[in-house]
T-cell receptor, first 117, second 117 residues
Framework: AQSVAQPEDQVNVAEGNPLTVKCTYS??????LFWYVQYPNRGLQFLLK??????LVKGSYGFEAEFNKSQTSFHLKKPSALVSDSALYFC???????????????FGSGTQLTVLP | EAQVTQNPRYLITVTGKKLTVTCSQN?????MSWYRQDPGLGLRQIYY???????DKGDVPEGYKVSRKEKRNFPLILESPSPNQTSLYFC????????????????FGEGSRLTVL
């Protein structure tokens, strides 16, 4: 079965500092990896994805993520955090194997990012 | 405007009283899915639909029903709600998610907060 771990429930960072939100995964075969963001009282919004190719993926709002196959990680990063980046971030994975439900997207438990002014 | 629309956004009901949460998308997406979001558990998939008249169980289907009679609509039905179904529900859609297209990102509705007393 595929799974996603976001080891930190909460990440606090000062505005202007770099931020990292961690994600590790377990899946059969090569993964499809995603990051979504949820602002208060809103639905999830797509940030970026890794399908294949360059391990460093760039997405919306200046975010990027690095795929590391040996460490099975897909950490979200941003060089300089903004207060407006404060939100709930979800990592998700979809594997290539299995059938039915096993091919669906599996989400992590989420990490609350707070950027302090 | 491209969107996924859920109704109602907020609902308080009592145990055993049947309810339906509607979901409609205007993007001509083949794939639709329902998730529930609970603190510390992230998003868990309830049911999904690959296309009209094709539905399948996700990870937590017990107590729920769905139908996909039209491409744009994917209602979630709680025949006899119980307090453990108190949750935040999200509908999502995307272009086809067949085996060769699993990298498509999901578009989410704004969520429906359900409380069962």
């Amino acid at each position: 079965a595929q799974s996603v771990a976001q080891p930190e429930d909460q990440v606090n960072v000062a505005e202007g500092n770099p931020l990292t939100v961690k994600c590790t995964y377990s899946v059969s075969g090569n993964p499809y990896l995603f990051w979504y963001v949820q602002y208060p009282n809103r639905g999830l919004q797509f940030l970026l994805k890794y399908i294949t190719g360059d391990n460093l993926v760039k997405g919306s709002y200046g975010f990027e993520a690095e795929f590391n196959k040996s460490q099975t990680s897909f950490h979200l990063k941003k060089p300089s955090a903004l207060v407006s980046d404060s939100a709930l971030y979800f990592c998700a994975v979809r594997g290539l194997g299995g059938s039915g439900s096993a091919r669906q997207l599996t989400f992590g438990s989420g990490t609350q990012l707070t950027v302090l002014p | 405007e491209a969107q996924v629309t859920q109704n109602p956004r907020y609902l308080i009901t009592v145990t055993g009283k049947k309810l339906t949460v509607t979901c409609s998308q205007n993007m001509n997406h083949e794939y639709m899915s329902w998730y529930r979001q609970d603190p510390g558990l992230g998003l868990r998939q309830i049911y999904y639909s690959m296309n009209v008249e094709v539905t399948d169980k996700g990870d937590v289907p017990e107590g729920y029903k769905v139908s996909r009679k039209e491409k744009r609509n994917f209602p979630l039905i709680l025949e006899s709600p119980s307090p453990n179904q108190t949750s935040l529900y999200f509908c999502a859609s995307s272009l086809t998610q067949t085996s060769g297209a699993r990298g498509r990102e999901l578009f989410f509705g704004e969520g429906s907060r359900l409380t069962v007393l």
